[in-house]
């Protein structure tokens, strides 16, 4: 018969790769999911992987770093719904820049039923970029969202009405200069479009025909073939996702935030839209950082939403298999 001790360590040894699974599920710019998972014992190591970031739009690597620390706050809810108590020890190597976190798997706890909520939640997310109900959006819930971000030290600013004439220049401003950039269209052309079916990429179902001339959004660098009802964006409420610096810790720590707002968002009904155009260019962040009510940096801008009830979900945007993002012992 086993020890205790074997089948607990089988035990630990199935909750890392459950919470790698649900890794696997988290945003991630252009659905690069730059990260890599090493599981040994009772460890998780959390890698960026550079063979899947956007040398063109993020140089400085800050949202493939923000999109890993996504990528972290889904495996530890999975752990804490598999009832596992983690310690996480985020960039433990100074002198090895892409080991982002270290995650110690050590003591049972009780399961709570929030664990298990996001868990089943981090199934239901996604990124639906259908225009919004024309329904506004209860003040409660955003504090709600809110909180969850300052749960993960980062701040979540609203935009006042005022602010989205500024937001709006801001993203064309943004969207101008990189469209201008072949560079930028290559490297746009390469992670969107049906032909990349590599399990990474935006393919052409979840990017809309036409784009809005109104509010803020992305150019995917040529239309998609997601049919979209009215434009009636009027309700939808974009903020700013901020702290209070603008680096590797910082910037892993809002990934984690956006993770845990998003899951509160879509458990109260509401749609999330990531749109980071304006903080890819240097002259548009700063005029974003201005947005802000105090001092900060932002880190990305959100849209929130009630989603449109009528028409079919966008399909799911595709994932690498699980050992493209696991290093093998
Ligand atoms: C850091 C970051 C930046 C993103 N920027 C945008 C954006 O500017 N526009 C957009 O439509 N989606 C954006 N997204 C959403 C991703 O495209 C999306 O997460 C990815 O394609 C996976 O799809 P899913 O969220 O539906 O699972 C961003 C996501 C992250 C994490």
């Not at 983690?86 to 798997?105: F, I, S």
């Not at 706890?109 to 919004?132: F, K, M, Q």
């Not at 009027?234 to 903020?239: G, Q």
Request: aromatic share 4%; charged share 20%; proline share 6%.
């Amino acid at each position: 018969m086993p020890s205790a001790q074997l089948v607990d360590a089988q035990a630990v040894t199935r909750a890392l790769a459950h919470a790698i699974t649900a890794a696997s599920h988290a945003p991630s710019i252009h659905n690069t999911q730059p990260w890599r998972w090493r599981a040994h014992g009772d460890h998780l190591e959390l890698f960026l992987d550079e063979s899947r970031t956007l040398a063109v739009t993020d140089p400085d690597l800050r949202l493939a770093i923000l999109s890993c620390g996504a990528a972290l706050h889904h495996a530890l809810v999975s752990l804490a719904a598999d009832g596992r108590h983690a310690t996480v020890t985020r960039l433990p190597d100074k002198a090895e820049t892409t080991h982002l976190a270290t995650v110690c798997v050590d003591a049972r706890i009780p399961v709570e039923a929030s664990a298990v909520r996001h868990l089943e939640t981090i199934a239901l997310r996604h990124t639906d970029r259908r225009p919004v109900q024309s329904a506004a959006i209860d003040a409660q819930k955003l504090g709600s969202i809110a909180a969850a971000a300052e749960s993960q030290n980062t701040s979540l600013h609203v935009l006042r009405p005022r602010q989205l004439f500024d937001l709006v220049a801001a993203t064309d401003h943004a969207q101008t200069i990189e469209s201008e950039d072949e560079a930028w269209q290559a490297e746009m052309n390469h992670w969107t479009g049906d032909d990349h079916t590599l399990g990474t990429g935006i393919p052409d179902t979840v990017i809309a025909r036409e784009t809005s001339q109104t509010t803020p959004g992305r150019e995917f660098g040529h239309p998609g073939r997601m049919a979209i009802a009215d434009t009636h964006h009027r309700t939808a409420v974009f903020a700013i996702l901020y702290g209070p610096g603008d680096d590797d810790l910082d910037w892993l720590r809002a990934g984690e935030a956006l993770s845990a707002a998003w899951l509160k968002a879509t458990e109260l009904g509401l749609s999330v839209v990531p749109l980071s155009v304006t903080i890819e260019v240097t002259v548009t962040r700063e005029a974003v950082r201005q947005l802000l009510s105090g001092p900060g940096h932002p880190y990305l801008v959100l849209r929130f939403g009630v989603p449109d009830g009528d028409g079919a979900c966008p399909p799911r945007t595709p994932r690498l298999p699980a050992e493209r993002t696991v290093e093998q012992p």
